[in-house]
């Protein structure tokens, strides 16, 4: 019953949006096909074929200062498809150095979370990276928040920007917010060269004592701070595409001695006409005795080609070594190759 009056409600709303001034309404997809072998674990072989994240993404130029943009994605949850409402939220533009936005939003930490969203056309490689992964899938980041920011770009000849959030934070959902602590998220970026572009951010948040999080753990009184520091050239006038980024999550736990967890992506890949061959490699390391996440060091290194057959349509082709080392149990290595579609429509 709440799925078909979330669908309602999202045909409502894509039904008065569309009389709206300057109206778009775009849709993103992607069907992968896999196989993975897992080395010493009772799973060993897998194959199938997967439906991805069905992504509607909605933009509206209400007036001429003011703007929509509305994101929703249809996935699989496990047992059946669930709608989530990624972002929504409405911004007033009054110089390109200064805009108001308020919403829900992608939180303004590095470059990834920022430049792409749900759609996988748009991202280098078949998944986000797992420093980067969402938050139900149990992420170490805030990859969304609700609340309100102000931002700007195209200061000086360097193109400085900044982002300044006030949001609800960890601890809360899209209707309460359980704690009276609000999360501050700072981002100064700049872009010296085109495409160029260079980027620090930091966040801090204090989750309450009982808080259950997206991994499960129920945790005491915790100050959440992350220290971030990213660079990326993609889609400029070389051949060569690059994004590197590194997140440092410090936990201190109310009885507990703090606690520090890195995360790190690094991506290159190079033109050729329309291919580009990529390599990557992410992980995140955990702490000894770290008790806010399920410490579980991963690392994955990806050889990938992506088929660029028209802006919005994409065929990569991965192959994939994740290993992972959760305390307390046995490494587990696995080898993955994906073949993907996915566009934009």
Do not use: C
């Not at 999080?213 to 129920?218: E, K, L, M, W």
């Amino acid at each position: 019953m709440k799925t078909k009056l979330t669908l309602f409600s999202l045909v409502l709303m894509i039904a008065l949006t569309s009389y709206s001034q300057e109206t778009q309404i775009k849709g993103f997809a992607n069907i992968d096909a896999m196989g993975s072998f897992e080395k010493d674990t009772a799973r060993k072989d897998e194959n199938h074929f997967a439906i991805g994240q069905y992504d509607l993404f909605i933009t509206s130029q209400i007036t001429q200062n003011v703007k929509m943009l509305g994101e929703s994605v249809f996935e699989f949850d496990g047992n059946s498809f669930a709608i989530d409402l990624e972002r929504v939220m409405v911004d007033y533009y009054m110089k390109d150095y200064f805009s108001i936005s308020v919403g829900k939003f992608h939180t303004p930490l590095g470059y990834w979370n920022n430049a792409y969203h749900h759609g996988m056309a748009l991202q280098p490689t078949s998944i986000r990276p797992d420093a980067l992964k969402f938050e139900d899938e149990g992420g170490i980041l805030p990859i969304h928040e609700l609340g309100a920011q102000l931002h700007g770009d195209g200061i000086t000849k360097y193109n400085f920007g900044y982002n300044l959030m006030l949001s609800n934070g960890i601890a809360a959902d899209a209707a309460y917010d359980y704690n009276k602590s609000k999360a501050v998220t700072a981002n100064l970026h700049a872009e010296p060269i085109e495409n160029l572009k260079l980027y620090v951010s930091g966040y801090m948040d204090r989750v309450p004592d009982g808080y259950t999080t997206a991994q499960g753990i129920t945790v005491k009184k915790t100050d959440v701070q992350i220290l971030n520091a990213s660079i990326a050239y993609v889609n400029g006038k070389f051949p060569i595409e690059f994004i590197g980024e590194f997140f440092n999550v410090t936990t201190n736990m109310d009885s507990v001695v703090s606690k520090v967890t890195n995360g790190y992506v690094l991506y290159a890949g190079y033109k050729i006409k329309k291919f580009v061959p990529y390599v990557s490699y992410d992980g995140i390391a955990y702490q000894k005795g770290e008790q806010y996440f399920i410490e579980n060091n991963v690392q994955t290194t990806t050889l990938g080609l992506r088929y660029i057959m028209s802006p919005l349509s994409v065929l990569k082709l991965e192959y994939k070594y994740h290993t992972s080392a959760q305390a307390g149990m046995p490494s587990v290595f696995r080898n993955q190759i994906t073949l993907q579609f996915a566009f934009g429509f």
